[in-house]
């Protein structure tokens, strides 16, 4: 696995004020477009107040300064809003942000920014609440059919205590988080596993490959992390079937966002 429990740089960066109000500057078309590791760590910048409604999160590879910043606002008749910045500077324009679509039903438009000549993307982030633990999906066009990919295809967030959320967060115990299902993609089946026992790391018992997972501080006390992120099989920069760089950061972004309205519901 890709995963490691080295904790990031926390050095103060330059730049760390974020914007005024809760307005969202977005990025021209530009070639600076990230590409991020398969392990990120998320903490709190350190001039957060603990009880203001708008929050700064220092993104990083372990042991690393920054490579993003996400500033988190908390709307009084909304579920808020993430903008994410590249780098530790959040006065520089959002290269993917965030916006509340419908408050009753927790609905969420996720938007990448336009860069490198493409076109902005917005999706919709859904919550699925209907029988059993609730589930999080939203849809992305991937590689191109030409180039052996297979257009849109559907992502979704589902509760795990398996492997991959343990080994991501390192403490050698299992970890309750969430890991996220590539749905249209190849399938492959264990026989051998049985009620999702011995399933093989990286696939579901339903034989779908996980392709990200997240580990937050929901139910930790008073950890020093926010939350830690990790790609998987062809989620990973330069694997095999690599989903691509648009797609890590939705990933991404939809991991913040979900884990900003499960805390708004207190």
């Known amino acids: 696995?890709?995963?490691?429990?080295?904790?990031?740089?926390?050095?103060?960066?330059?730049?760390?004020?974020?914007?005024?109000?809760?307005?969202?500057?977005?990025?021209?078309?530009?070639?600076?477009?990230?590409?991020?590791?398969?392990?990120?760590?998320?903490?709190?910048?350190?001039?957060?107040?603990?009880?203001?409604?708008?929050?700064?999160?220092?993104?990083?590879?372990?042991?690393?300064?920054?490579?993003?910043?996400?500033?988190?606002?908390?709307?009084?008749?909304?579920?808020?809003?993430?903008?994410?910045?590249?780098?530790?500077?959040?006065?520089?324009?959002?290269?993917?942000?965030?916006?509340?679509?419908?408050?009753?039903?927790?609905?969420?438009?996720?938007?990448?920014?336009?860069?490198?000549?493409?076109?902005?993307?917005?999706?919709?982030?859904?919550?699925?609440?209907?029988?059993?633990?609730?589930?999080?999906?939203?849809?992305?066009?991937?590689?191109?059919?030409?180039?052996?990919?297979?257009?849109?295809?559907?992502?979704e967030w589902r509760s795990t205590t398996g492997p991959e959320t343990t080994t991501l967060w390192g403490t050698g115990t299992s970890t309750r988080g969430w890991k996220l299902v590539r749905m249209n993609g190849p399938q492959r089946w264990d026989s051998s596993a049985k009620g999702g026992e011995g399933r093989t790391a990286g696939w579901t018992r339903d034989g779908k490959e996980i392709v990200a997972v997240w580990v937050d501080d929901e139910f930790k006390m008073f950890p020093a992390i926010v939350a830690k992120f990790g790609a998987l099989g062809s989620g990973v920069a330069g694997a095999q079937g690599d989903l691509g760089k648009e797609w890590r950061v939705m990933a991404l972004l939809s991991a913040l966002r979900m884990r900003q309205i499960r805390k708004n519901r207190g």
């Open 1 to 155: 696995m890709p995963f490691t429990d080295k904790e990031p740089n926390t050095t103060l960066p330059s730049h760390t004020t974020p914007p005024s109000g809760a307005d969202i500057k977005t990025t021209p078309s530009s070639s600076s477009f990230p590409d991020l590791p398969s392990t990120l760590v998320v903490t709190r910048a350190p001039e957060n107040s603990r009880w203001a409604r708008s929050s700064t999160h220092w993104i990083s590879p372990p042991s690393s300064p920054p490579v993003l910043t996400s500033y988190h606002h908390i709307g009084l008749s909304s579920t808020g809003s993430i903008a994410i910045h590249a780098g530790a500077d959040t006065r520089t324009p959002a290269i993917a942000s965030t916006k509340s679509e419908n408050a009753l039903r927790e609905r969420s438009t996720l938007t990448i920014a336009a860069h490198d000549g493409l076109a902005a993307i917005s999706e919709r982030l859904d919550v699925h609440k209907s029988f059993g633990p609730e589930q999080w999906s939203f849809v992305l066009a991937v590689r191109p059919a030409e180039e052996g990919g297979t257009g849109v295809e559907k992502f």
